[in-house]
């Protein structure tokens, strides 16, 4: 999804005070992982319970104090894919003798359901992550998941990929604004070679200037690790999130199918 | 294409997972092996590349766009095993940081886009390499082909796993999901060669897989990739549309649902279908219901139909191209090549609407 906007590149509202700003990342990752892993394996019959997963969903942001315009503007990234499964409905569960008419289609309930279950599923999905996402910086979420043991590799990879990804963003929305100020659009798929050209010199300068960055690290000593103070303990408080969290969604997930 | 929570039942998102997982972990083992001074920002900064590059949507037509996916590129910049843990690593920060896609559905996004569009694309670019000559342009034709397949692939088998899911109907969802795909691959071939073009030209130790020898990449400086005239930029996008149209036309339509579109549908409801059918409004229409008649296999029979059809449409299109273009020029007589340099001094009439 396009977000070539002038807003901050992944730093908005993640250092705040709240509560749950300050829990561990390993609690934070835990928890809303465990959320949706619950949530999307609740039968979508039960409607009941996905109302309470938004109103545990719905206490976290509250008690995190993000803006709720924010968040909510961010979940819209699911609506185009809602929207494609809506628009094969009719094509899919045709209607029998009981299904509903909408606006001269006729879909079956089974296809509303099978709607339903995308949707709730999704949106629930995406709130989570974006509680997750806001509430934790990117260091500590990478943090996170070293002690969570993930594999070198990849903590080094995303490591890399946080640092150079302000440096590819900002040369990005340099070169756009650049061609916008030109009155330049791409339209159509014969202007693609233009954009081409622009994500090789893209490439090519941010490369360049990350390799700079590369070697200055070296240079001051770096071995592989970054080194950070202190790195926090997993406290009775993240304890407790995890605990309370979880219990909750697990004894809704338990009731939904009983 | 990053499929979201919910839209992928619990078995698929296991079993694609299961195969994610293992691909994964066996390219994190052999990636850790060799990992020298240089690789990981390398890795890092394509990871961050494709991060970024994939927030670039580029158009399709009018208002629709794709975006880019970068799986091949990777290959080429850095092999298949590194590749995929990169595409993964992208995946996963999308999902965590900026969810966009699933979490419980990154064993399906990993497997489209991080194994089998990177091992399937590997492949293929591997395999043309050996069978174009061992030329710059050899090399970047089975580059831009492997790019538009994985594309394709990455989509069908997203299609495959809503269906299998029953999110969405296979019949349906496969041939819109494939035929826009092949529109959108055709972008993410002609960026990603460009770029690979680029970065061969200016620093072709960063390209793992060319192993031709270094002269063959050295050109004059400045020159990135293809450079066409006005012209012939409108002919290979004729050209283009005409091979991607001929090919949805051939090995998509007889795939394409047996169901009726909406319009049948509600004629079928309400019961004026048979009239219909029993007035044509062209009593003979050569490809009736897009079949040839006389054909006895009924897929080929709509493939060869669909082919005709498409043949007979373009070049009536061109047709009318023509001739409304024939008038436009001459409604206005001077156009690009004779634009006059206003002399200076004076205001140029076409200030503020160029």
Redesign the interface.
């Known amino acids: ?4 906007g002038t807003a901050p590149f ?1 730093t908005e509202t993640r250092t705040g005070g709240s509560l749950v700003h300050r829990l561990d990342a390993r609690a934070k ?1 835990l928890g809303f ?1 465990g959320f ?2 619950v ?3 609740t039968p979508a019959r039960a409607v009941w319970a996905f109302v309470l997963y938004a109103v545990v969903l719905a206490f976290l942001i509250g008690l995190a104090r993000l803006p709720l315009m924010y968040v909510l503007k ?2 819209l ?2 609506v185009p ?1 809602v929207l ?2 809506a628009i ?1 409905l ?3 569960h045709k209607a029998g003798a009981g299904g509903y008419s909408l606006g ?3 879909v079956s309930g089974e296809g509303l359901l ?1 709607l339903w ?6 949106v ?3 709130l989570s ?2 509680v ?2 806001s509430t934790t910086t ?1 260091p500590d ?1 990478v943090s996170g998941f070293e002690r969570l043991r993930a ?4 903590i ?10 302000f ?3 900002e040369e ?1 929305r340099r070169m756009q604004r650049a061609m916008a100020s030109r ?1 330049y659009r ?8 233009t ?3 622009m ?6 300068r ?2 360049g200037r ?2 700079r960055v ?1 070697v200055a690290m070296l240079s001051r000593g770096y071995e ?1 690790t970054v080194r950070v103070l202190g790195g926090g303990r997993f406290g009775a408080a993240d304890v407790a999130f995890l605990f309370v969290l979880l219990g909750a969604v697990v004894v809704i997930r338990v009731v939904s199918s009983l | 294409m990053h ?5 992928v039942d ?1 078995p698929t ?1 296991v079993a694609t997972g299961a195969v994610s997982l293992g691909v994964v972990a066996c390219a ?1 083992r052999k ?2 092996k060799n ?1 020298g001074e ?1 690789t ?6 394509t ?3 494709i ?3 994939q ?8 208002g629709t ?1 794709g ?2 996916l970068g799986a091949i590129l990777a290959v080429a910049l850095l092999g298949p095993w590194a590749a995929s ?2 595409m ?3 995946l ?2 999308q ?6 896609g ?3 559905a990154i064993g399906a996004n990993v497997f489209n886009m991080g194994v089998l569009a990177v091992f399937a694309g590997f492949g293929l670019f591997y395999l043309l390499k050996k069978v174009l000559p061992r030329t710059r342009s050899g090399y970047l034709i089975s580059f831009a082909v492997a790019s538009w397949v994985s594309v394709i692939l990455a989509s069908a088998a997203a299609s495959l796993e809503l269906a299998i899911s ?4 296979l ?3 496969l041939p819109a999901m494939v035929s826009v795909h092949m ?1 959108i691959g ?2 993410e071939a ?6 690979v ?3 061969l030209a ?2 072709p130790d ?1 390209v793992k897989s060319f192993d031709l020898p270094l002269e063959t990449v050295r050109r004059a400086p400045g020159q ?3 450079r ?1 005239s006005g012209r012939a ?2 002919w ?2 004729v050209v ?2 005409l091979v991607v149209a001929l090919a949805l036309a051939v090995f998509v339509s007889p795939f394409a ?1 047996g ?1 009726p579109d ?1 319009l049948e ?2 004629a079928a ?1 309400k019961g004026f279908e048979t009239a219909a059918t029993e007035q044509p409004v062209w009593r003979f229409s050569p490809l009736g219901d897009y079949q040839l008649p006389g054909l006895g296999n009924e897929k080929g029979a709509t493939a060869v139909a669909g082919l005709v059809g498409t043949v007979v449409l373009f070049a009536l299109v061109v047709l009318v191209g023509r001739v409304l273009g024939r008038r436009r020029v001459a409604a206005a007589p001077q156009t690009a090549g004779a634009r006059p340099i206003p002399p200076p001094g004076r205001p140029s009439d076409r200030s503020g609407t ?1």
Do not use: Q
């Open positions: 999804m396009a977000c070539a992944l990752i992982i949706t892993v949530v999307v394996t961010r979940a990234v699911v894919f494609v499964v094969f009719p094509f899919f001269g289609m006729r099978v279950n995308a949707g709730a599923k999704a629930l999905g995406v992550m974006i997750l996402g990117f979420m594999p070198k590799v990849f080094l990879i995303v490591s890399f990929m946080y640092r150079y990804s440096v590819f963003v990005l009155n791409a339209r159509w798929l014969w202007n693609v070679p954009l081409g050209h994500l090789s010199a893209l490439f090519l941010s490369y990350g390799e590369y592989g | 499929i979201p929570d919910g839209f619990v998102a994190v990636t850790s990992l240089r990981i920002p390398l890795l890092g900064a990871a961050a590349f991060f970024a590059a927030m670039l949507n580029f158009p399709v037509a009018g766009s975006h880019f843990i990169v993964t690593v992208v996963v920060v999902a965590l940081g900026m969810a966009d699933g979490v419980t029953g999110t969405v109907p019949s349906v969802a529109i055709l972008g002609v960026i990603a060669t460009a770029l073009a680029a970065v200016a620093r960063l990135l990739g293809m066409l930029r409108f290979s996008f283009g549309a649902s169901s909406g549908r509600v409801d160029s």
